[in-house]
């Protein structure tokens, strides 16, 4: 306990007086029972108690305490939205858990800024997440109410937002990449693909001009997904809608020297788009990407990408819920939970509900609207689903008349709090504001 085990301190305790404000007691309890008890209690209460005194502040804020705290809450339940869209809607959302006891969803703590400030939803990571608006853009721990101001690019081209990654240890967020496209150039003959990007660095608070060589050809992607420092893209070909795609475009912004992309083909890929029955997307699990496909005879299948860009083929099942008069071809899957790589949740657009299932205990529950209790049921967490926003984007992607309308991988953003309350990374020279002030500079 950091060389504090054979002094034990007492440490006052305060408790309130008749009137509210706090007061030394007389009693007086040792720091490591202290620690104990501090270490059992949600985040959102830890952040309280450090208001109490400088010697609780000092204590919550130990390399120690951070570790007894991930250590005691590993199997607890912890927050998390599925968010699509610039305007960050939420599909699925779950909160009051035993983490963070965040009293309303993810998506809330940022829906304001949008709204009232104009800006839009880029993407998360970490935690953290981008919001992109006119002429300005802004990172951001929204639980925290953290924010720092990132410039525009000092270069004379037109950037599109493309996401943010994020470089972590131990669980805590050390730096973070914000990174813009400027352009792209095709080389089909050569199956060639050159991305120009700009990135901003949290360490240094400053752009710098980077091109990826792909040896790929595409002329668009789909929504970017960052993990683990890693930027995936799924590329698409606008000029040629038959070509399926059947790859995954990445690279680590933290690790790889090389200015050349990976390209990693996705597993049982029909080359030849005889058989397009089916319906798949890209999401994240337990710190991996995942890809999930429903095919023709009722079959689902699940892949884990592994540390050397491997697919591992995790699942291939029958679902239980699929009855004689029904077909999975008529379910779409939207994603993994991001805790537990046995959870999937798939849209039934014939009947219009979003189901999840176990597909290890084949336990499955059709997930409703009503506010309900975070606590673990048969494998299965309560969640709590946007209807009508699942509606709308399920209408979108797929035509319940049509087998192969949508034949990209659908691409959903996973929005989770860091599993510990470490202060925003803050480049040189930048401050940081609070949600009001932020809201207060967007408006001016």
């Known amino acids: 306990m950091n060389g504090r085990e054979k002094k034990v301190r007492k440490l006052p305790i305060r408790r309130a007086n008749n009137n509210g404000s706090m007061t030394k007691h007389h009693d007086h309890v040792s720091e490591e029972i202290l620690i104990e008890i501090l270490a059992r209690l949600p985040l959102r209460s830890i952040r309280r108690f450090k208001s109490v005194c ?3 502040k000092s204590v919550t804020e130990t390399d120690y305490f951070r570790r007894l705290f991930v250590s005691l809450h590993k199997n607890s339940s912890s927050s998390w939205s599925l968010v699509v869209g610039t305007k960050a809607r939420d599909l699925i959302s779950l909160h009051r858990c035993e983490t963070w006891d965040l009293p309303k969803s993810l998506a809330c703590y940022i829906q304001s800024h949008i709204t009232t400030g104009h800006l839009n939803y880029v993407a998360s ?8 608006g006119y002429k300005t853009s802004f990172v951001g721990n929204p639980v ?26 131990d669980g805590v967020v050390l730096g973070f990449k914000v990174v813009r496209i400027a352009g792209d150039k095709q080389k089909r003959q050569e199956s060639l693909t050159m991305l120009c990007l700009c990135v901003y660095l949290s360490e240094t ?32 070909d606008i ?11 990445a690279h680590d912004f933290y690790g790889e020297e090389s200015d050349l992309c990976r390209v990693i083909p996705l597993p049982d890929h029909d080359l030849d788009h005889n058989d397009w029955c089916f319906k798949r997307a890209l999401t994240t699990s337990a710190g991996s990407v995942m890809y999930i496909k429903t095919l023709a005879h009722n079959l689902l299948k699940v892949w884990m990408l592994t540390k050397n860009d491997e697919w591992k083929l995790m699942w291939e099942i029958r679902l239980p819920f699929i009855t004689c008069d029904d077909d999975i071809l008529y379910y779409a899957p939207l994603a993994m939970n991001p805790f537990d790589d046995n959870i999937v949740y798939l ?6 509900y979003l189901v999840s299932c176990n597909l290890q205990t084949h336990n499955f529950k059709i997930l409703s609207e009503e506010e309900v209790s975070t606590r673990r049921d048969d494998g299965l967490e309560k969640c709590v689903v946007n209807q009508s926003t699942c509606e709308q984007l399920m209408n979108a992607s797929f035509d319940p008349d049509s087998l192969d309308d949508c034949v990209y991988p659908l691409t959903l953003f996973h929005f989770v709090p860091p599993r510990w309350m470490e202060s925003l990374p803050c480049p040189p020279q930048v401050e940081m504001m609070d949600s009001s002030s932020l809201l207060s500079y967007i408006l001016l």
């Open 54 to 56: 400088k010697t609780w």
């Open 125 to 132: 990571s970490n935690g953290l997440v981008f919001m992109d």
């Open 144 to 169: 925290l109410q953290q924010w720092v101001r990132i410039p525009s690019p000092p270069y004379p081209f037109v950037t599109l937002p493309f996401g943010p990654v994020t470089r972590v240890d």
């Open 205 to 236: 608070g400053v752009w710098s001009k980077k091109r990826l060589d792909c040896s790929h050809y595409f002329t668009n992607w789909g929504l970017p997904m960052a993990l683990n420092g890693t930027l995936f893209i799924s590329p698409e």
């Open 239 to 249: 000029d040629d809608p038959a070509a399926v795609s059947g790859a995954l475009i």
């Open 347 to 352: 849209w039934s657009q014939q009947k219009r």
